[in-house]
């Protein structure tokens, strides 16, 4: 499959451990925020999204924490297991004319078995 | 992906050549985009769609033009092609401004 990114900041866990994946957000007005996962050679899927009206929302496994004063994202993954090596990408909506997305950069997380 | 499909999946061809990929969806949404990505530099966005014939640039346009003649189409084309825009093209669609983007499987593209 393409690789999507070689100098990705890269997060190696053991299977069974948890896993926290941290993502910087640029803008302080943005009142949305989504995180992706990538797999090699395939598009972004959609993982779990929260609103700025919240700070914390749980998915099967999953949980995002939002924290609005740093401007911080981080998804973190309960049991880590080897199915869930890829790249994530967390994704801010800036309220701009277009709708757009606006993407960090990535994180490669790579399970041990 | 449910809803998206891009075409082609894979695609060849020479250096001035112009090249046009095609993003379908069957959700009716109204927003569309065009990304590239490419190692080191993520997902840019090339252009998008906010509704038929309404399309705007994205921060990586040069080169490209799009077309969305229908909701359920949006065109990209490389009028020209160079070995600089080997990469791979993802479109996406998306329903509103608090809903995620919906990925294609993407299009690798080589330009020789």
């Known amino acids: 499959g393409e690789s999507v990114g070689l100098h990705l900041p890269t997060l190696s866990v053991q299977e069974g451990d948890n896993s926290i994946i941290n993502c910087a957000y640029s803008?302080?007005?943005?009142?949305?925020f989504i995180w992706y996962k990538q797999e090699s050679g395939k598009g972004p899927q959609f993982i779990i999204d929260?609103?700025?009206?919240?700070d914390k929302r749980q998915g099967q496994r999953v949980t995002v924490l939002l924290n609005k004063t740093v401007k911080h994202l981080s998804l973190q993954i309960a049991a880590t297991q080897p199915g869930d090596s890829a790249v994530y990408f967390c994704?801010?909506?800036?309220?701009?004319?277009?709708?757009?997305?606006?993407f960090g950069g990535g994180t490669r997380l790579m399970v041990k078995p | 992906d449910a809803g998206i499909t891009q075409s082609p999946r894979h695609k060849v061809t020479e250096t001035g050549t112009p090249v046009t990929l095609r993003c379908h969806q069957t959700?009716?949404?109204?927003?569309m985009y065009w990304y590239r990505q490419d190692p080191g530099h993520g997902l840019r966005l090339i252009h998008y769609?906010?509704?038929?014939?309404?399309?705007d640039k994205g921060e990586v346009s040069d080169g490209y033009s799009v077309s969305r003649s229908k909701t359920e189409d949006f065109l990209l084309t490389l009028e020209s092609a160079t070995s600089s825009q080997t990469s791979v093209y993802f479109c996406?669609?998306?329903?509103?401004?608090?809903?995620?983007?919906?990925f294609g499987s993407g299009t690798r593209l080589t330009v020789v």
């Open positions: 996406a669609i998306r329903e509103d401004r608090v809903s995620g983007y919906t």
């Open positions: 803008n302080s007005a943005s009142d949305y």
């Open positions: 929260i609103r700025s009206n919240m």
């Open positions: 994704a801010e909506n800036q309220g701009n004319a277009g709708n757009m997305l606006t």
């Open positions: 959700e009716n949404h109204r927003y």
């Open positions: 769609s906010y509704g038929v014939k309404d399309t």
